[in-house]
């Protein structure tokens, strides 16, 4: 009965912004890991930020600065605000769930591998335009 599904996708120009939302139903996000990954056309696929049961986050190198995950518990929903976005940061983008509850993961939590992600979304597009 876990779903995630993400939305808020969509085509913008260089140095726009867009947020991205993550409805989950069948268990409280604030109690796993949770994480957002992208992949591109012919490159594999990376995560871009994570955040833990504690509320600490993590981002790759590349969006430090620019993107910012969140989630409201009250809605039982991950964000993902990404500003001043760039041609490279066209991809899909997943939302993702923990196998197991994230306080099991001790300080790991926030850089478990892909593979430790076992609920994944659709994906919803992002494409960045010069």
């Known amino acids: 009965q876990v779903q995630l599904v993400e939305s808020g996708g969509g085509s913008v120009q260089s140095g726009g912004s867009l947020r991205l939302s993550c409805a989950a139903s069948g268990y409280t996000v604030s109690d796993y890991c949770m994480g957002w990954f992208r992949q591109a056309p012919g490159k594999e696929r990376e995560a871009v930020a994570t955040?833990?049961?504690?509320?600490?986050?993590s981002y790759a190198d590349s969006v430090k600065g620019r993107f910012v995950i969140s989630r409201d518990n009250a809605k039982n929903t991950l964000y993902l605000q990404m500003n001043g976005l760039k041609p490279d940061d066209t991809a899909m983008y997943y939302c993702?769930?923990?196998?197991?509850?994230?306080?099991?993961?001790?300080?790991?939590?926030?850089?478990?591998?892909?593979?430790?992600?076992?609920?994944w979304g659709q994906g919803t597009q992002v494409i960045v335009s010069s």
């Open positions: 993702a769930r923990s196998r197991f509850r994230c306080m099991a993961y001790g300080s790991r939590g926030l850089s478990l591998s892909s593979q430790e992600y076992n609920y």
């Open positions: 955040i833990d049961n504690s509320g600490s986050t």
